[in-house]
């Protein structure tokens, strides 16, 4: 459906006093920037050992998985079926994926112990029967695992997102086995915590092991979670996967949503301490290290126009309060919704700061947004970055691995650092997934 496109980028930008919630900007024509640095399907899909990854659909959805793969290296990880227009009237489909994929692991030097099959939206357009395609593969490849994932962007606002059902699937693949009371997981991360952060230092001091599954080196480690007790997450993705393995393996679960205020911080803390039955250790001079190095870092920074892009943090509203309740001077926020867990900070800087500017990502007038800044401007995130034109900038998505107290005092590092040394912004925005050759 043909869609009138707007001279000016009136509806990608608006103030946040005038801002709505949770749907700030209207639905309508998306426009994709060339700052992708989030990761996708593919780079999570990486993250499990000893997998190889097949993608079913047409040549244009082919073009950036497999550019992807490319770009990490992990071509040797990955194939594809293409799907063309006279499939759809002349092919079997259930038989073509069946067959497509048995001669893809029949090539394979070595079978892979997993496989992430992506079917597209094609397929259930067709009304593919996919109970009988898994069924049939499982009776030919016994010893392989197959795990049932979608790659169907026209269904991304209703139902279970490509990124939920993927993870969902990763974890289903893990078997029932006896619990370890001293075992914990973080799941649906695509970047491990910071070994110091005050959580990895929690959990050691009590003698709990940490398992995760960017640091799995085997699939028999990946398989060694199963035996954790509690899984513990923050990636919004990932409320799925949680769910479902608390009723298949009776793992309990706590939802840790990303936080840069004290008050939270020591909540979830204490969350963490209450679940496993241990005393809180005394956080104080902690809380009051992490207050001194963002009033020694606004100190640095003083006026400087500060922007945070969703791409840095599930949680950029919180993150701008926290900033503009140290004096930060935030100019800009770039996201395209408002979440559950953001719309308390969403409303107090509405109040508070509502001249500050929420800008949209993928609204189509965003390609006629004025990039050139005007001052020195310092950008949390790429797309940040991108849309000032700015080379001082923070190159971190989805919080970097930072928790806590320590997370905050090395974010303000970061951010001084940035302030200082300039970026070649276009080289690393390039770059789908940041770190993703740490995936294999």
Known sequence: MLQKIHGQPS?????????????????????????????????????LPESHQIYICAAGCLRGVVLTAA???????FSALEFREKDMVNTDNETFIIEGITTILHRLPKLPRAVLVFTACVHHFLGCNLRYVYDTLHRRFPKVEFAECIMDPIRQTQGITPEERERREIYRLLKKAPLDEKSINTIGSNLPLDKDCD??????????SLHDLTGCQSY???????????????NPFTHLAAKDLKERLGQEFLYLPQCYDSESILRQLRQIATTLSIPLPDFQAKQQAASDALREAQEILGATPIAIDLSFTFRPFNLARVLCQYGFRVVQVFSDVVSREDEEDFRWLQEHHGDIDLIATKNADMRLFNR?????????????????DTPYFVNLIEGGGLWGFHGLCRLTRLMVEAFHTPKDMRSLIQQKGLGGPCCL
Not at 28 to 33: A, F, K, V
Not at 71 to 77: D, L, S, V, W
Not at 199 to 208: C, D, N, R, T
Not at 372 to 388: D, H, P, T, V
């Open 71 to 77: 770009e990490m290296g992990a071509m040797h990880r």
């Open 372 to 388: 050139a800044s005007r001052e020195k401007l310092l950008a949390l995130g790429q797309k940040a970055a991108y849309f000032n």
């Open 220 to 234: 028999e480690e990946f398989q060694a979670m199963a035996k954790s007790r509690l899984n513990l997450y923050w």
């Open 11 to 47: 509806r990608a930008v608006v103030k946040l006093r005038d801002a709505s919630c949770p749907a700030p900007f209207p639905h309508t024509l998306e426009y994709s920037s060339p700052a992708r640095g989030t990761w996708n399907i593919v780079h999570t899909g990486m993250l």
């Open 199 to 208: 959580l990895m230092k929690l959990l050691a001091s009590f003698g709990f």
